[in-house]
Every structure is written in structure tokens, then in C-alpha cells.
Nanobody, 115 residues
Framework: QVQLVESGGGLVQPGGSLRLSCAAS????????MGWYRQAPGKQRELVAT???????NYADSVKGRFTISRDNAKNTVNLQMNSLKPEDTAVYYC?????????WGQGTQVTVSS
């Protein structure tokens, strides 16, 4: 089994910053992709950003230039630096890890952007 532990969510004012972290532990085979998704109330879960083992990144258009994803392959962690946050970024953010064996999701962490 693989466990994903997320941290770093919270309440922030518009224009502020937050950093999310996700640590994977357990019986981990080769990790291919790590990423972040989000789900706002009444909406479908959507991709925010992903990063492959070689470092290739992919971002949703809505977060390009504001969010930065990074990973530490040795520690099996993935981070999401979120700057210039907007109210529309409010959602539950989920970490996703894809390995050779399966795909795993974290429990989610709430991000609220409000004045």
C-alpha cells in the first residue's frame, strides 16, 4: 500500500501565497508522475499541475505563471507553490501519484482564498 500525506492548505487573502506538500510512503514502485488536482464545490475535479520523473511539467491554463510544481524524487515528495492566489482558486486540492503499479490519491487539503 501507498500512503499520501498532504499539508499546507489554509485560508489566504487574494494575492497571497500558499505552499502545498505531499509525501508518499509505503510500498512504492517506480513513480512515473506526481501531481495536484482540485475540486471546487459543485464542480468536477480538475488538473492543476503534474510533473513527470524526468522533470517535465504540465499546468492548467488558469494557473500558468502563478503556480509552480516541483518534486524530490529521493524523498518521494511533490510540492505546489501557489502565488497570486485568486478567489476562484478556492477548492480542495488533491495529490495524485501514478506508479508502475497503480494510481493513488491523497485525502485532500482545503485552500480558501477570501478577504
Amino acid at each position: 500500500q501507498v500512503q499520501l500525506v498532504e499539508s499546507g492548505g489554509g485560508l489566504v487573502q487574494p494575492g497571497g501565497s500558499l505552499r502545498l506538500s505531499c509525501a508518499a510512503s509505503g510500498s512504492i514502485s517506480t513513480i512515473i508522475t506526481m501531481g495536484w488536482y482540485r475540486q471546487a464545490p459543485g464542480k468536477q475535479r480538475e488538473l492543476v499541475a503534474t510533473i513527470r520523473s524526468g522533470g517535465t511539467t504540465n499546468y492548467a491554463d488558469s494557473v500558468k505563471g502563478r503556480f509552480t510544481i516541483s518534486r524530490d524524487n529521493a524523498k518521494n515528495t511533490v510540492n505546489l507553490q501557489m502565488n497570486s492566489l485568486k478567489p476562484e482558486d478556492t477548492a480542495v486540492y488533491y495529490c495524485k501519484v501514478t506508479t508502475l503499479a497503480s494510481t493513488y490519491w491523497g485525502q485532500g487539503t482545503q485552500v480558501t482564498v477570501s478577504s
